[in-house]
Protein backbone atom coordinates (compact mmCIF):
# COMPACT_ATOMS: atom_id res chain seq x y z
CA UNK A 1 0.00 0.00 0.00
CA UNK A 2 1.10 3.40 -0.93
CA UNK A 3 -0.09 6.85 0.29
CA UNK A 4 0.41 9.76 -2.26
CA UNK A 5 0.56 13.25 -0.83
CA UNK A 6 0.08 16.36 -3.09
CA UNK A 7 -1.31 20.03 -2.73
CA UNK A 8 0.91 21.48 -0.37
CA UNK A 9 3.07 25.49 -0.86
CA UNK A 10 2.87 28.64 -0.28
CA UNK A 11 -0.14 30.51 0.84
CA UNK A 12 -0.71 33.80 2.68
CA UNK A 13 -2.07 34.21 6.24
CA UNK A 14 -5.98 34.19 5.12
CA UNK A 15 -5.95 32.28 2.28
CA UNK A 16 -6.69 28.51 1.55
CA UNK A 17 -5.53 25.17 0.13
CA UNK A 18 -6.52 21.80 -0.32
CA UNK A 19 -4.37 18.83 0.20
CA UNK A 20 -4.94 15.15 -1.28
CA UNK A 21 -4.00 11.81 -0.52
CA UNK A 22 -4.27 9.06 -2.99
CA UNK A 23 -3.97 5.55 -2.19
CA UNK A 24 -3.06 2.68 -3.92
CA UNK A 25 -5.06 -0.17 -2.39
CA UNK A 26 -8.63 -1.33 -3.24
CA UNK A 27 -9.54 -1.50 0.30
CA UNK A 28 -9.33 2.13 0.93
CA UNK A 29 -12.53 2.45 2.31
CA UNK A 30 -12.06 0.24 5.05
CA UNK A 31 -9.85 2.67 6.97
CA UNK A 32 -9.91 5.54 9.34
CA UNK A 33 -7.37 8.16 7.64
CA UNK A 34 -5.73 11.04 9.12
CA UNK A 35 -3.63 13.97 8.18
CA UNK A 36 -0.37 14.81 10.55
CA UNK A 37 1.59 17.62 10.61
CA UNK A 38 5.09 18.43 12.07
CA UNK A 39 6.69 22.18 12.38
CA UNK A 40 10.22 22.70 12.64
CA UNK A 41 11.50 21.32 15.85
CA UNK A 42 8.36 20.32 17.29
CA UNK A 43 7.00 16.87 17.16
CA UNK A 44 4.38 15.24 14.41
CA UNK A 45 0.96 15.96 15.70
CA UNK A 46 -2.80 14.99 14.71
CA UNK A 47 -4.40 17.23 12.66
CA UNK A 48 -8.03 16.10 11.57
CA UNK A 49 -9.26 12.07 10.89
CA UNK A 50 -11.72 10.91 9.17
CA UNK A 51 -13.34 7.15 9.63
CA UNK A 52 -14.80 4.46 7.50
CA UNK A 53 -18.08 5.98 7.75
CA UNK A 54 -17.07 9.46 7.92
CA UNK A 55 -16.74 10.39 11.10
CA UNK A 56 -14.36 13.14 11.59
CA UNK A 57 -12.04 14.73 14.32
CA UNK A 58 -10.26 17.59 14.72
CA UNK A 59 -7.72 19.18 16.56
CA UNK A 60 -8.79 22.37 18.95
CA UNK A 61 -6.38 24.58 16.91
CA UNK A 62 -8.23 23.41 13.11
CA UNK A 63 -11.64 23.30 14.24
CA UNK A 64 -13.96 25.48 11.98
CA UNK A 65 -10.67 26.00 9.08
CA UNK A 66 -9.77 22.78 8.21
CA UNK A 67 -12.31 20.59 6.48
CA UNK A 68 -11.23 16.29 6.16
CA UNK A 69 -13.22 14.55 3.53
CA UNK A 70 -12.96 11.37 1.53
CA UNK A 71 -13.85 9.97 -2.05
CA UNK A 72 -13.98 6.12 -1.92
CA UNK A 73 -14.77 6.05 -5.96
CA UNK A 74 -10.86 7.85 -6.12
CA UNK A 75 -9.39 6.26 -3.07
CA UNK A 76 -8.66 9.47 -1.97
CA UNK A 77 -9.04 11.87 1.16
CA UNK A 78 -8.52 15.55 1.62
CA UNK A 79 -7.86 18.40 3.47
CA UNK A 80 -9.57 21.56 3.11
CA UNK A 81 -7.82 24.43 5.05
CA UNK A 82 -9.01 28.07 4.92
CA UNK A 83 -8.44 31.02 7.19
CA UNK A 84 -4.60 29.70 7.23
CA UNK A 85 -2.27 30.68 10.07
CA UNK A 86 1.62 31.22 9.80
CA UNK A 87 1.43 28.85 13.12
CA UNK A 88 -0.28 26.04 10.25
CA UNK A 89 3.52 25.91 8.72
CA UNK A 90 4.55 22.59 8.34
CA UNK A 91 4.97 19.09 6.77
CA UNK A 92 1.85 17.41 5.89
CA UNK A 93 1.54 13.72 6.16
CA UNK A 94 -1.35 11.55 5.53
CA UNK A 95 -1.22 8.08 7.31
CA UNK A 96 -3.93 5.45 7.32
CA UNK A 97 -5.17 4.09 10.93
CA UNK A 98 -5.63 0.06 11.69
CA UNK A 99 -8.66 1.24 13.81
CA UNK A 100 -10.91 4.51 14.76
CA UNK A 101 -9.00 5.80 17.55
CA UNK A 102 -7.41 9.41 16.01
CA UNK A 103 -5.58 10.36 18.74
CA UNK A 104 -3.48 7.01 19.09
CA UNK A 105 -0.70 7.64 16.56
CA UNK A 106 0.51 4.01 17.32
CA UNK A 107 -2.83 2.69 14.94
CA UNK A 108 -1.29 4.65 11.88
CA UNK A 109 0.51 1.76 9.94
CA UNK A 110 1.19 3.77 6.99
CA UNK A 111 2.23 6.73 6.06
CA UNK A 112 2.40 9.54 2.88
CA UNK A 113 6.07 11.25 2.11
CA UNK A 114 4.58 14.47 3.23
CA UNK A 115 3.55 17.30 1.44
CA UNK A 116 5.01 20.65 2.80
CA UNK A 117 3.21 23.84 3.63
CA UNK A 118 3.99 27.01 4.26
CA UNK A 119 1.87 30.58 5.02
CA UNK A 120 3.72 33.53 4.81
CA UNK A 121 1.82 36.50 7.28
Known amino acids: VQLQASGGGLAQAGGSLRLSCVSSART ?9 RQAPGKERGLVAAIGRNGGTYYRDSVKGRFTISRDTAKNTVYLQMSSLRPEDTAVYYCARSRNWDPSKEGLYDVW ?9 S
Open 28 to 36: FSSYPMGWF
Open 112 to 120: GQGTQVTVS
